[in-house]
C-alpha cells in the first residue's frame, strides 16, 4: 500500500539530481544472478498477498489484482480488485487451483481478503495478521485485528480438491494485530511485527474525515502457543522509536551476522515524520534490541520488494539483494550515473547490499537487471534444496560451482514507466539463478588486506582499487576474467603496511564482470559501456 497524504502536491513539484557513482557503490558480490521468465502459464496476476508452501505447492492468500492503489476516494482499494480466492500454484505442472472465500463467514473471509497483511510460516502453520480491507460486518475499511492460523497441507489439499476451506482455519483477535504495511518474522521462539500502520477509513489525498492513520512507531515482540486447536499469544512487549520506526512498506529480512548469530534486516520504507519521502537508514534486529545504521543511507529500492540473502561464511559477509522495486534512485547504465528522483519511481535494477565482516555498508548494481519495472510488492520464494541456514539465508560457500536455482519471483506491481504511468498486477513467474564467482582457483587468504574497495563500480573509463595492507609484504594486484584468465598485472612489489590506491584504466576493456585479485582478496569489477 503506498498511501500519502501528500501525493497529489508531489506530482506538481518533481526535483531531479544527477550524482556519479561513488565509493558508496562498493565492490560486486561474489556471485552473479540471471533472470528468466517462464512461459506458458496461466496464473493471475496478484500482489500484497500472503504466502506459504508445501513442498512443490505455493499457497497464496488475499492481496490484490490490479496496479498500484488510486489516489481517489472512490476507486482507492475498489472490491472489484480484492483477490476472493485462496489461490494454490503446483509448480510441478504449474497448474492453479482456487477456492472462493464467500463460502466463508464475512468476519472470516473479510481478513483473508485484506492487502498488505503481515505472515509468517512455521512449519504446517501460516500465521496471517492484520492488514488493510473492507470489513463488511462494520461496513468500513479498516486495519484487522486478526491473526489467522491455516492448516497449509490441509488447505492447499482442500483447494485443489474442491473441498470445504473452513476447517482448516482459525482465527484470534487482538488490537496488537490491527497492523497493516509491517512484517513479520522470528528470531528463536520470539516473534517480531515490525512496524506498520493502522488506517481506518476510506483512502483519500485529504485524510479528515475519511480516515485515520497511525503509525506503530514500533517492533511487536511476542510469542504464539498454538495446540492445534487454540491460539494464545505471549503478552506484547514493544521497542518504541517515534522517528527512525516511523515506517511501513518496508523490506524485511533475515541476516546471518559474522559471529553465526541471526538477526533481521529492515530496509527502506515510507514515509519520513516530516517529510514525504521514504528512509534511508537500515536497520537491524535481534534478540537485544534495534540498531539503527545512521552512518548509511541505503540509495536503491526503499520500498518491499523481493528480496534475496546470501551469506558468505568465510570472508562473513552478509549480502541482501533487492530486485527492482521503488527506490529513490534509479542507476543509468549507459552513463554510469545515479539518478534521483523524489518522485520514488518504479526501477527495473537489481542491487546488492553488502555489510562486511567489519560492519561496513555498501551497495551495487548488478548486471543483471529486470526486463520491466518490476518487484514493488512481488515475492522472492526461495529454492529450498540449496543449502540454508535455518533463518532462510543461502550458504554461499555450499553452493555448487555452477549456474544454479536460487529461487523464483512472483507477483508484485508491474509499470510502464517510472512514474505516473500504467501499473497492473504482475501475472509472471521467474526463475532465478545464482552462480559463485569464487574465481582463479585459489583459497582466499585475506588477513593482509582489509578496508579494499573498488570505486567507481560500475565503471566505463577508469576506477580505483582502494585497500589497506596490515604488514610489510610483496603484494602482487592482477586483473582477470571471470573465466580465470589473467589479463593485466597492475603491481608486483613490496608494500609497506598502511593504506593503499591504483588506478585501473577500464576503457580499454569490454563490458562485463572482472575480478582483480590484490594478494589473495578478489575484488569483483563491473565495466559497462
Given at each position: 500500500?503506498?498511501i500519502?497524504?501528500k ?18 557503490f562498493?565492490?560486486l558480490?561474489?556471485?552473479s ?33 490490479n496496479?498500484l492503489?488510486?489516489?481517489n ?5 475498489a ?6 480466492n ?13 477456492a ?6 464475512l ?18 502453520n ?5 492488514g ?14 486478526i491473526?489467522?492460523a ?16 473452513a ?11 490491527a ?8 528470531l ?25 492513520q ?55 520504507g515510507?514515509f ?15 534478540s537485544?534490541?534495534?540498531i539503527?545504521n545512521?552512518?548509511?543511507q ?7 520488494c ?8 568465510v ?9 527492482g ?14 539518478v ?7 526501477i ?5 547490499l ?22 514493488a ?15 532462510g ?6 553452493l555448487p560451482?555452477?549456474q544454479t536455482?536460487?529461487?523464483y ?18 501475472d509472471?513467474?521467474?526463475r ?18 582489509s ?7 560500475p ?6 582499487l ?8 610483496m ?12 589479463i593485466?598485472?597492475?603491481a ?7 593504506n ?6 577500464t ?23
Amino acid at each position: 500500500m503506498r498511501i500519502t497524504i501528500k501525493s497529489v502536491l508531489l506530482t506538481i513539484f518533481i526535483t531531479i539530481q544527477f550524482f556519479y557513482v561513488n565509493a558508496q557503490f562498493g565492490t560486486l558480490p561474489p556471485f552473479s544472478l540471471q533472470i528468466e521468465p517462464i512461459g506458458g502459464i496461466n496464473i493471475p496476476g496478484i500482489h500484497s498477498f500472503a504466502f506459504a508452501r508445501s513442498g512443490d505447492k505455493w499457497l497464496f492468500v488475499g492481496g490484490r489484482t490490479n496496479g498500484l492503489h488510486s489516489m481517489n476516494s472512490n476507486v482507492g482499494f475498489a472490491s472489484a480488485y480484492i483477490n476472493d480466492n485462496i489461490m494454490v500454484v503446483d509448480t510441478a505442472t504449474w497448474q492453479f487451483f482456487y477456492a472462493t472465500l464467500n463460502q466463508l463467514p464475512l468476519s472470516v473471509a473479510d481478513p483473508l481478503r485484506a492487502t498488505n497483511m503481515e505472515f509468517y510460516q512455521e512449519g504446517n502453520n501460516l500465521y496471517v495478521a492484520g492488514g488493510y480491507g473492507y470489513d463488511s460486518v462494520l461496513h468500513h475499511f479498516a486495519t484487522y485485528p486478526i491473526l489467522t492460523a491455516i492448516n497449509v497441507d490441509s488447505m492447499i489439499y482442500a483447494v485443489m480438491n474442491t473441498l470445504p476451506v473452513a476447517p482448516y482455519i482459525r482465527q484470534v483477535t487482538d488490537t496488537n494485530l490491527a497492523v497493516c504495511g509491517g512484517e513479520i518474522e522470528k528470531l528463536g521462539n520470539d516473534y517480531y511485527l515490525i512496524f506498520g500502520h493502522n488506517f481506518t477509513g476510506q483512502y483519500d489525498s485529504v485524510a479528515s474525515p475519511l480516515f485515520t492513520q497511525v503509525y506503530t512507531d514500533r517492533i511487536k515482540k511476542f510469542t504464539i502457543t498454538d495446540n492445534g486447536t487454540a491460539i494464545t499469544l505471549s503478552p506484547f512487549s514493544y521497542i518504541t522509536d517515534t522517528t527512525n520506526f516511523h515506517r511501513r512498506d518496508f523490506t524485511a529480512a533475515p541476516i546471518v551476522k559474522p559471529n553465526g548469530t541471526f538477526a533481521i534486516g529492515a530496509y527502506g520504507g515510507v514515509f519520513q515524520k516530516y517529510a514525504d519521502l521514504p528512509y534511508y537508514e537500515p536497520i537491524t534486529i535481534d534478540s537485544a534490541g534495534a540498531i539503527v545504521n545512521m552512518a548509511y543511507q541505503q540509495i536503491m529500492s526503499q520500498y518491499t520488494c523481493a528480496v534475496l540473502p546470501v551469506f558468505d561464511s568465510v570472508n562473513q559477509d552478509m549480502y541482501t539483494t533487492f530486485f527492482g522495486g521503488i527506490s529513490a534512485h534509479v542507476y543509468d547504465a549507459a552513463t554510469s550515473t545515479l539518478v534521483y528522483d523524489s518522485q520514488v519511481p518504479f526501477i527495473k535494477n537489481i542491487t546488492t547490499l553488502t555489510v562486511a565482516a567489519n560492519g561496513s555498508t555498501s551497495e551495487a548494481v548488478l548486471p543483471a537487471h529486470l526486463s520491466a519495472r518490476l518487484g514493488a510488492e512481488a515475492l522472492f520464494i526461495p529454492n529450498t534444496n540449496l543449502a540454508h541456514y535455518s533463518n532462510g539465508v543461502i550458504k554461499l560457500r555450499d553452493l555448487p560451482n555452477t549456474q544454479t536455482l536460487a529461487g523464483y519471483m512472483f507477483g508484485g506491481i508491474r509499470a510502464n514507466a517510472g512514474n505516473f504511468g500504467v501499473t497492473i498486477s504482475n501475472d509472471s513467474i521467474y526463475r532465478v539463478y545464482i552462480t559463485p564467482q569464487f574465481t582463479v582457483g585459489i583459497a582466499e587468504n585475506t588477513d593482509n588486506i582489509s578496508n579494499s574497495l573498488v570505486y567507481p563500480n560500475p565503471s566505463t573509463q577508469k576506477t580505483l582499487l582502494v585497500f589497506n595492507v596490515k604488514k610489510d609484504e610483496m603484494i602482487r594486484v592482477a586483473l582477470y576474467d571471470i573465466a580465470g584468465k589473467e589479463i593485466e598485472v597492475i603491481a608486483n612489489e613490496k608494500m609497506a603496511a598502511g593504506n593503499h590506491q591504483l588506478e585501473l584504466i577500464t576503457a580499454k576493456l569490454n563490458a562485463g564482470v572482472y575480478v582483480c585479485k590484490v594478494g589473495n582478496k578478489h575484488l569483483s569489477v563491473m565495466v559497462v559501456r
